[in-house]
């Protein structure tokens, strides 16, 4: 099965600053990997999502890379504020596998005023 | 659109009792519900996934008879657990799809506390 690394655990900035998550991932028939933020006791929201076939999405302060051939891709916020705080997951899903994502570990982002 | 409702939100009960969650797709059809366990401090990791009308499949080391899901309709997915224990308390969410799309609709998940 698909196993999703994701790394750091941990991610502190200064406002302003930009930030970089990077995940990766086992099965190489990924093909759908969302970028998910979660707020303490609060559902996961998605933030951006990038399909096999693009290399990099952007939306504002957020974008996406996927590199297939190494199988990772990474998240990159920048002009960060103290708002991004939370903790934020990548994830991988195949139709292969029924669409089921696999989370990776988590990143805590804080991001200090 | 696009909205995942799930009750309850929060539920405290006494160790050997069951509990019943609810997972509702508001505004669309989903062919496929997802049910999630996520500790303090941890990673959502999936528990089953359930199409309309059909047995659920559960994840490795995930009790089918102890997690009973039911997916009746095309717009509501149950979760009971049953016999809870205190270390079944955990957030459980819900997710849902539409068709084959790839996204999935999370509820906003059920604090469940086992005492």
């Known amino acids: 099965g698909e196993n999703v690394e994701q790394h750091p655990s941990t991610l502190s900035v200064q406002e302003g600053d930009s930030a970089v998550i990077k995940c990766t991932y086992s099965d190489s028939a990924s093909n759908y990997f969302p970028w998910y933020k979660q707020e303490l006791g609060k559902r996961p929201q998605l933030i951006i999502d990038i399909r096999s076939n693009v290399g990099e999405k952007k939306d504002q302060r957020i974008a996406v890379t996927l590199n297939k051939t190494a199988k990772h891709f990474s998240l990159h916020i920048t002009e960060t504020q103290p708002e991004d705080s939370a903790v934020y997951f990548c994830a991988a899903s195949t139709a292969q596998e029924g669409n089921m994502l696999t989370f990776g570990g988590g990143t805590r982002l804080m991001v200090k005023p | 659109g696009a909205v995942v409702s799930q009750h309850p939100s929060w539920v405290i009960c006494k160790s050997g009792t069951s509990v019943k969650i609810e997972c509702r797709s508001l505004?669309?059809?989903?062919?496929?519900m997802f049910w999630y366990r996520q500790f303090p401090k941890q990673s959502l990791m999936l528990m089953a996934t359930s199409n309309e009308g059909s047995k659920a499949t559960y994840e490795q080391g995930v009790e089918k008879d102890k997690f009973l899901i039911n997916h009746a309709s095309l717009t509501l997915s149950t979760l009971t657990v049953t016999s809870a224990h205190p270390e079944d308390s955990s957030f459980y969410i819900c997710?849902?799809?539409?068709?084959?799309?790839?996204?999935?609709?999370f509820g906003p998940g059920t604090r469940l506390t086992v005492t």
């Open positions: 997710s849902a799809m539409a068709g084959i799309a790839y996204e999935q609709y």
């Open positions: 505004d669309f059809q989903a062919t496929t």
